[in-house]
């Protein structure tokens, strides 16, 4: 199980970009499914983007075409370039990483969890 960190987040006013990045630490053999999560007060936590061992992303509705999640040149870091920010992507975001290459579908497969970082977006 590796330890994730996020860093990155902050206050921006819509239309403005933020990057966020998550770095592993812990032993881990391959590069595993990463993802990102949100979530807002009073909201369900959601996926905003998951990465698989080799690259293959998936994002949200609600991010296509804003966001671009990618991997980093550390094994299991993993960054997220959030552009034309809106008030409803304010959330504190989290980094999660599961114990496998390809992404298996649903939250419980994340077995590590970052502490989150803070985006606030202003209208």
């Known amino acids: 199980q590796v330890q994730l960190m996020e860093s990155g987040g902050g206050s921006v006013q819509a239309g403005g970009s933020l990057r966020l990045s998550c770095e592993a630490s812990g032993y881990s053999p391959r590069r595993l499914c990463m993802a990102w999560f949100r979530q807002a007060p009073g909201k369900e936590r959601e996926r905003v983007a998951k990465?698989?061992?080799?690259?293959?992303?998936v994002y949200a509705d609600s991010v296509q075409g804003r966001f671009i999640a990618s991997q980093g040149n550390t094994k299991n870091s993993l960054y997220l370039q959030m552009n034309n920010l809106k008030p409803d992507d304010t959330a504190m975001y989290y980094c999660a990483a599961q114990r496998h290459s390809i992404c298996y579908s649903g939250s419980s497969f994340f077995n590590s969890w970052g502490q989150g970082t803070q985006v606030t977006v202003s209208s």
């Open positions: 990465v698989a061992g080799d690259g293959t992303t």
